[in-house]
């Protein structure tokens, strides 16, 4: 019975012996499950050995981007996203993925799908709403992504609005070329990625340099001109813009009217208006800037000053008068050229610094009034100012004249028992000249037209 005992016969004996065997089993199981879980762990964890199921997911522009920032974009703008893959596991393949766009872009198209090496196919990949899903044609592993190969796919989107902004795009793999099964996904830590707009959409025009004090007929701050820019809600110059930006006066104080050209295309987002004229002066002048879709621009105030004359024809002809100046008591003879006129847009313009008694012309100046400024006038005095014919094509009815005093401008009528001194007296044409006498009151001390 002893033996019978030993081999477990013994049904009280045998039971005993039995548990004892079943403990033991069951602690050696858990210690290899133990050992079992080190080991992948450990595989999976960088314990010395390569990332079963690791992959990458980075992304770059396509398209030109603000600062040379691959990751950057333009606001509201069509732009193509690069997005490369790469299986950098050490023995799975990778056989799909499915990358999420956000939120605030608009998905447009999948454009290309191109294989590090080339030839593989991923002809299924589709792009289903906000979702670029890369495929492979399977079943077999022939086409999917070995250990160290990779896809670029390009997607076109339109990008958010709002400046200074990041936007996170998500991404998940697997074996399988149809993304389906359970338990084959690649490890998901390296697929999120992000794109950034640094430049946002246009949201108003700015000026950039302001438009500063300038004699009447003359280009508002000639050689390096007026510039308006286009500029995102950060105040910040939308470069990519070459939309048009047109100016008018905006405050107007004397009823001036504004020459030049307007609208301009903007280069690298700013407009630059080189040959803006305003021919009345006055004290305040304003310009105002505007481009369709964005909020305009006010500029800050200037001032205009001195008269102008303005001409259209070709030739316009040269100006003779009368004038005097604060170092030349006499009135003398004053000749101003004038013409030819070469700009259809512009007219032509000749002015005069009331503060200097100088003139102001050039190669394309016009039909100035000439202008009579004696400071020491202390008396009755007569001005005769004449023009040559084609200056006002011979209807002196429409010709205008003026007195300035301290950048004031009056206009003088014909004399008469209501329009006493200063005044003209008479409109004439003397040798096919157009001739103007202008009687002077006491202290009148300048007289000018146009």
């Not at 205009?304 to 009135?331: L, N, Y």
Request: glycine content about 10%.
């Amino acid at each position: 019975m002893r033996g019978a005992d030993r081999l477990g016969v013994h049904v009280e004996g045998g039971r005993q012996v039995l548990n004892r065997s079943r403990t033991v089993v069951t602690r050696l199981a858990v210690v290899v499950a133990s050992l079992v879980a080190v080991v992948a762990f450990s595989a999976s964890s960088g314990f010395g050995a390569t990332v079963k199921k690791s992959w990458s997911f980075s992304l770059a522009s396509a398209s030109p981007a603000p600062e040379n920032d691959s990751k950057a974009f333009f606001g509201g703008q069509t732009v193509q996203v690069a997005m490369t893959i790469t299986n950098l596991s050490n023995n799975q393949s990778l056989g799909s993925a499915n990358i999420l766009i956000p939120s605030d872009y608009t998905p447009l198209s999948l454009d290309s799908v191109v294989t590090d090496p080339a030839g593989k196919n991923w002809s299924p990949s589709t792009l289903s709403g906000s979702t670029v899903a890369l495929r492979n044609t399977g079943p077999s592993n022939t086409q999917a992504l070995n250990p160290g190969q990779s896809l670029t796919a390009t997607v076109s989107v339109i990008t958010e609005c709002a400046p200074n902004t990041s936007s996170t795009w998500t991404g998940n793999a697997k074996q399988s070329n149809d993304f389906s099964g359970v338990g084959n996904e690649l490890l998901p830590s390296p697929s999120t990625n992000f794109t950034k707009v640094k430049i946002g959409c246009p949201d108003h025009v700015a000026f950039t340099a302001q438009p500063t004090a300038t004699l009447a007929g003359q280009i508002i701050d000639a050689g390096t001109g007026v510039k308006a820019a286009i500029e995102d809600s950060a105040g910040q110059i939308v470069t990519i813009s070459s939309a048009a930006v047109a100016v008018a006066i905006g405050t107007n104080p004397s009823a001036g009217t504004l020459y030049g050209t307007s609208p301009v295309n903007a280069l690298s987002g700013v407009a630059t208006l080189t040959d803006l004229i305003i021919d009345r002066a006055g004290i305040g002048y304003t310009l105002a800037a505007s481009s369709s879709g964005i909020t305009g621009a006010v500029s800050s105030g200037f001032d205009i000053t001195g008269v102008a004359g303005k001409c259209t024809a070709t030739p316009c002809g040269t100006a003779t008068g009368q004038r005097a100046t604060a170092s030349d008591k006499t009135i003398g003879i004053a000749s101003v050229p004038v013409g030819p006129c070469t700009s259809a847009t512009l007219g032509c313009f000749v002015s005069l610094d009331e503060t200097t008694g100088s003139f102001c012309g050039g190669g394309c100046a016009g039909n100035v009034i000439v202008f009579a400024p004696p400071p020491n006038q202390n008396g009755t005095a007569t001005l005769i100012i004449q023009y040559y014919k084609t200056v006002f094509n011979g209807n002196l009815a429409l010709v205008s004249l003026y007195k300035l005093n301290n950048g004031l401008v009056t206009q003088l009528f014909d004399c008469s028992a209501t329009n006493p001194v200063p005044c003209v007296s008479d409109r004439s044409t003397v040798n096919g000249n157009a001739q103007f006498t202008v009687s002077l009151g006491t202290n009148d001390p300048f007289v000018g037209g146009r």
